[in-house]
């Protein structure tokens, strides 16, 4: 929901038309102009009205989705003439106009209005005007304080901070704080802020919180636009009912905590992040982005680096170090990411919901997890390194292209927390049983191409799979522990490409209910990796050239091209001048192979030896090829 900071209907329609055309900014006199002429013939609420309305670019408004904004955030112009200019030199300030006024290094700000300041100071900008909305202008400054915040709202109803354009500002704020009393803890920011607080423009602000956060606020935090570079010993940046982000560009390093964080958790509607764009930069102690409820992201540019990334083992085990958090949902629309974390890369205790973006993940734990649904509707994402790649109650892929490393299971239908994921859930000794099977877990793949490189299983369902569209590969594990295919449900192939590789000491295949038909093949010795295999049907017709990057003594192969009853000829080695993806070969001529037997398909789900023999009872640890 946006909010709306003025009244249209205050406007008459002959202001409003004449206003679209008038625009005060930092280098014109609000008296230099005709426009501002005959502005000034207007009543003064008329007068304030046009030029707060005419200020707005609600453009960038109109285009955000997820973050909370007032017209007046987007504001970044301001009026010099009507102004009050403070020059902050060193220990002191030369004030031009009202509402400020200065004592024992104490810079106070008591009212509405807006506040240029440039200059250097030793001490601290304090806002505390009981109502009305101050705007502070950063022209050039650099406020340091040893003892406590640079800039500190104590009250006010909410202050806009606008860096103007081409200038550099700097907040430091000292290792130590010094309070009146024993019990205050405010504040503890270098930039803080008890109430709401906006910041915007063009201008770069470079924030040092030596004593705890870089910037804060105890209630919504806004940010529109800036060039911002956070150093903190904490949190980088926190709003604490909530942070929306319009727009900017983010650099963060946060020692200990956070790189942007919301944690209001005893209200269910606060708490959360939203952001429409930007670009991210951060390096943090513990998660890069977490928000109490819910993270949603329309589009953003972010690199992200927790707990020194995905090789570092030395880690607290109680900590968390995750790059995308919520305890609520997160949902991501668009943009880029790279994401280097010592824990999960994504997590969320709720729902993830990925609707595009291009994703590059290595992480130390999951690539992508979800304690209740994870659904993938477009995007591509690696997952370069991980412990277990995507994780969910549910997982649902509906389309994009998926490429995921994991030395456990590469997908997991699983779901709970990272505690309760199913460590033995997925592992099916002897074939496990329908009777282990929990209906409420599932893997669904409908449409995209999905690549898995696991060590263990390759794709784990407590549940069900259902396949109806799409391609799947996997190259699965290469000991007998773990299968490329594992469920405790039944897999229903009824749609898409399917080839799966592995071991044959927990070999699985399809359910014999599945509408299109599959082969799952027994090799007579281990294949090598990188070895091309290819079936033909009996008019020569290639099905399927596979080259799998591990070794393998098991293939399990369906397409829409295979029918129960037809025959097809298996070869292996040889070459294909055909594109590869991911293994899998498009197009393209194969050829030099070897021709190791002719396999007949029987029913929907056939298990057979290479040669093409029925399987034996040895060969089928697993389970029969349907169960």
């Known amino acids: 929901m946006k909010k709306t900071a003025i009244k ?24 230099g102009t005709a426009s501002q002429t005959a502005l000034s013939s207007q009543s003064s609420s008329q007068t304030a009205i046009s030029t707060e309305l005419t200020a707005v670019n609600t453009t960038a408004i109109g285009d955000t ?27 002191s300030s030369e004030i031009s106009g009202s509402g400020a006024s200065e004592s024992g290094q104490i810079l106070t700000i008591s009212a509405g209005g807006t506040y240029i300041l440039s200059g250097s100071y030793e001490g601290q900008i304090k806002v505390a005007a009981a109502q009305g909305t101050v705007k502070l202008v950063l022209n050039g400054v650099t406020i340091t304080n040893d003892d406590s915040a640079a800039i500190y709202v104590e009250q006010a109803e909410k202050v806009i901070t606008t860096l103007a354009e081409g200038s550099e500002n700097t907040l430091t704020d000292g290792s130590e704080y010094v309070y009146a009393t024993a019990d ?26 030596n004593y705890n956060n870089g910037i804060q606020s105890k209630d919504d935090l806004v940010i529109t636009n800036g060039d911002i570079h956070v150093t903190a010993k904490n949190n980088g940046i926190k709003g604490k009912d909530s942070v929306s982000i319009a727009g900017g560009t983010f650099t963060i390093s946060s020692t200990e905590g956070d790189g942007i964080q919301s944690d209001n958790a005893t209200e269910t509607e606060k708490g959360w992040i939203g952001i429409d764009n930007g670009t991210f930069n951060l390096t943090t102690g513990t998660d890069g982005i977490q928000a109490e409820t819910t993270l949603s992201i329309a589009k953003a540019e972010m690199t992200i680096q927790t707990g020194q990334g995905s090789s570092n083992t030395a880690i607290d085990s109680t900590a968390s170090y995750k790059g995308l958090k919520a305890s609520g949902a997160i949902t991501i629309d668009d943009g880029t990411y790279q994401l280097d974390t010592a824990d999960d890369s994504i997590h969320a205790n709720g729902a993830v919901t990925i609707n595009n973006g291009e994703f590059t993940m290595n992480s130390g734990d999951d690539g992508i997890h979800a304690d209740t649904d994870l659904v993938i509707n477009n995007g591509k994402i690696t997952v370069a390194k991980s412990y277990e790649g995507l994780e969910g109650s549910t997982v649902t892929i509906n389309d994009g292209t998926i490429e995921v490393h994991a030395s456990d299971d590469g997908i997991n239908a699983a779901g709970g927390s990272d505690g309760e994921s199913g460590a033995f859930g997925g592992d099916s000794f002897g074939g496990g049983g329908a009777e282990a099977a929990d209906s409420s877990k599932y893997l669904e793949i409908n449409g995209g191409t999905i690549y898995v490189e696991a060590e263990g299983d390759g794709v784990d369902s407590n549940g069900d799979i259902r396949m109806n569209g799409g391609t799947l590969l996997v190259n699965g594990p290469v000991n007998g522990g773990n299968g490329a295919l594992d469920y405790e449900g039944t897999f229903a192939m009824d749609g898409g490409t399917l080839l799966a590789s592995g071991s044959s000491g927990m070999a699985m295949g399809v359910s014999d209910s599945s509408a299109q038909a599959a082969v799952g093949i027994f090799f007579n010795s281990t294949q090598a990796a990188d070895t091309v295999i290819n079936l033909k049907d009996s008019s020569g017709n290639t099905i399927a ?30 070459s294909s001048s055909g594109t590869s993806l991911f293994g899998l070969y498009q197009d393209g001529s194969y050829e030099g192979g070897s021709e190791l037997g002719t396999l007949t398909l029987s029913g929907q789900m056939t298990s057979v030896s290479q040669d093409g023999s029925a399987a034996s009872a040895n060969q089928m640890g697993g389970g029969p090829g349907g169960r």
Not at 12 to 27: I, R, S, Y
């Open 8 to 31: 249209l209907s205050l406007i008459t329609g002959a202001l409003l038309l004449f206003a679209g055309c008038q625009k005060v900014d930092e280098n014109t006199s609000s008296s």
């Open 184 to 209: 205050e803890t405010d504040p503890n920011a270098a930039f803080f802020s008890k109430d709401d607080l906006t910041i915007n423009g063009s201008g770069k602000l470079t924030v040092n919180g």
């Open 545 to 574: 050239t596979f080259q799998p990057s591990k070794q393998f003594d098991h293939l399990v192969v369906s397409t829409s091209e295979m029918t129960s009853g037809q025959t097809l000829t298996l070869s292996s080695g040889g």
């Open 65 to 91: 989705k997820y973050g909370s904004y007032d017209e007046e955030d987007f504001d970044e112009s301001y009026d010099e003439t009507n102004a009050t200019n403070i020059k902050l030199n060193g220990t």
